[in-house]
Nanobody
C-alpha cells in the first residue's frame, strides 16, 4: 500500500508560480511511477504530468507543456510539480497518483492506470 499526501496549493495571481509536493509513504512506496492530475468543478479529472521511477522519462499534457515541470526526489519519496506562468484556467484541485509499476507505461495519461491517489490540493488563479 502507498499513501500520498499533496501540499503546496493556494491562491496566486495570474502569471505567478506554485510548487506542489506529493509525499509518499507506506511499505511499497518509493519505486512507483507517479502522475499529477487535476479536476475543475463540473469537469473530468485530466492528466497533467507523469514521471517514471528514475525521473528519466517525463510526460506533459499539451496545455501545461513549457509551463509546468515534474520532478522527484526518491530519497525523500516526494514528487514535485513546479507550475509557472499560471493562468485562471489552471484553477482546479490537483491530485497526485502512483502506479504499481516503476514505469509510466503507455497509458500514463489515463487515471485508471494509477492505483493510489492523494486527497488533492486546491490551486486557484483568479481571473
Amino acid at each position: 500500500q502507498v499513501q500520498l499526501v499533496e501540499s503546496g496549493g493556494g491562491l496566486v495571481q495570474a502569471g505567478g508560480s506554485l510548487r506542489l509536493s506529493c509525499a509518499a509513504s507506506g511499505r511499497t512506496a518509493g519505486n512507483n511511477a507517479m502522475g499529477w492530475f487535476r479536476q475543475a468543478p463540473g469537469k473530468e479529472r485530466d492528466f497533467v504530468a507523469a514521471i517514471n521511477w528514475s525521473g528519466g522519462r517525463v510526460y506533459y499534457a499539451d496545455l501545461v507543456k513549457g509551463r509546468f515541470s515534474i520532478s522527484r526526489d526518491n530519497a525523500k519519496k516526494t514528487v514535485y510539480l513546479q507550475m509557472n506562468s499560471l493562468k485562471p484556467e489552471d484553477t482546479a484541485t490537483y491530485y497526485c497518483a502512483a502506479r504499481e509499476s516503476d514505469n509510466t507505461g503507455v497509458y500514463y495519461y489515463t487515471a485508471s492506470s494509477y492505483a493510489y491517489w492523494g486527497q488533492g490540493t486546491q490551486v486557484t488563479i483568479p481571473s
